[in-house]
């Protein structure tokens, strides 16, 4: 896995903490993404249940630019899910600046008058960013470079499984079931303007259209024939200039949490999954996942059979695997007559405490506190990348 590791104790920093002492984590934030609003919510909601007794924190926003400013607690403490008003990280003027090298895990912030100030050392950064450059392997890049510890999977798993022509071709070719599906670019389209009839070949409606590297249900569209591609098209270039073109699959949609194992140890699922249950709407968008819109109700626990458990738990763990995840992933299936088909691997899921990731495992016995603990823990436990 491509995380950056810690130190053994022979290694530790001048820095670093003494044994007992509390750690310290980076709390990273909004990014340049159209998830950046709820990435601003998941981060005032980790901020909220972290262990103070155990780790202090240092929140760093980025801003819609692309900014890397220091913000205060307090300005997390308004951050709300609204409809028509998500949170924003403001250019306040300051820059935190990352480790200038593998020697030292201090932060340093720059602010408004120019006058440079440490932070302190930093034990883990804890990513709460959603969508390109956050969850893409943009941030975990750099982060590896100056071999400072994060939370989740490294450059590969991240990467990959942001970009979801890329990491269904991974999962079939590993013998992972998943719906079937076709890419399209800007540059094919303009090349041939008859390609647009025949998108749909081989596909079976209703067609999802998404672009291939955003989440949150952000630019999909659901098409029910042939001429409402083109308008679905649009609204998926509006996000990424590669869009996927898959066929609607016939089963319930239901989640399970994966969690790295520690040591040598395998990954761990939450020991219940939920079910996503249409009331009314055609699919989970990004209204009725973080806006309360009507026609969606989460089933937690689902009620599924011990066999249909078995088969989800079993293929999320090998998805975990094949992908190159690390520290946390929500795998989303459909579950069919004939068995789970993967839907999507989210490196990165919504962590606010009514996400589905946190419930799971707190349907499974692992409160909120604790797995964002857990969390820190392994990524500061981490082997070496190379």
């Not at 590791?5 to 909004?30: H, I, M, N, Q």
């Not at 970009?163 to 540059?187: C, M, N, Q």
């Not at 309360?292 to 989460?298: I, T």
């Not at 839907?343 to 604790?370: A, H, K, V």
Request: hydrophobic content about 40%; charged content about 25%.
């Amino acid at each position: 896995m491509t995380a950056a590791s810690s130190s053994s104790p022979s290694e530790r920093r001048a820095d670093a903490p003494g044994a007992g002492e509390k750690r310290t984590v980076a709390l990273l934030f909004g990014g340049r993404s159209s998830e950046h609003g709820i990435s601003c919510v998941t981060a005032a909601g980790v901020l909220r249940a972290i262990d103070r007794a155990k780790f202090d924190v240092i929140p760093v926003g980025i801003t819609k630019q692309g900014a890397t400013v220091l913000m205060r607690e307090e300005d997390l403490e308004g951050y709300r899910l609204e409809p028509g008003a998500l949170p924003e990280v403001g250019d306040n003027g300051t820059r935190v600046l990352w480790p200038a090298s593998t020697a030292t895990r201090t932060l340093t912030v720059v602010d408004q008058a120019g006058a440079l100030r440490s932070l302190g050392h930093v034990d883990a950064v804890l990513p709460m960013l959603h969508g390109p450059y956050g969850e893409d392997g943009t941030v975990q890049g750099m982060l590896d470079l100056v071999d400072l510890p994060y939370v989740g999977s490294g450059v590969l798993g991240s990467a990959l499984c942001m970009d979801k022509h890329a990491v269904k071709t991974v999962l079939a070719d590993a013998g992972i079931p998943v719906a079937p599906w076709r890419t399209v670019t800007r540059e094919q389209l303009s090349r041939d303007p008859y390609l647009s009839e025949r998108l749909d070949e081989g596909l079976s409606y209703p067609l999802f259209v998404k672009p291939a590297r955003a989440g949150s249900s952000v630019g999909v569209s659901r098409v029910a024939e042939l001429a409402e591609l083109p308008a679905a098209l649009e609204v998926a270039f509006a996000e990424d200039r590669t869009v996927l073109i898959e066929s609607g699959v016939t089963g319930r949609e239901v989640e399970i949490a994966v969690l790295e194992g520690r040591g040598e140890d395998r990954p761990r699922t939450s020991s219940v999954i939920g079910e996503i249950v249409f009331t009314g709407r055609d699919f989970y968008d990004f209204e009725a996942k973080y806006l309360g819109a009507a026609g969606v109700e989460l089933a937690l626990p689902a009620q599924v059979t011990e066999l249909e458990f078995e088969a989800i738990r079993d293929a999320a763990v090998r998805a975990f695997e094949v992908t190159q995840c690390a520290g946390l992933a929500r795998i989303d299936f459909f579950l069919t007559d004939e068995g789970p088909v993967l839907n999507e691997i989210n490196t990165l899921p919504g962590f606010t405490p009514i996400s589905m990731y946190p419930r799971l495992w707190q349907e499974s016995g692992l409160e909120y506190t604790d797995l964002i603990t857990e969390l820190v823990e392994l990524a500061i436990e981490k082997k070496p990348a190379y």
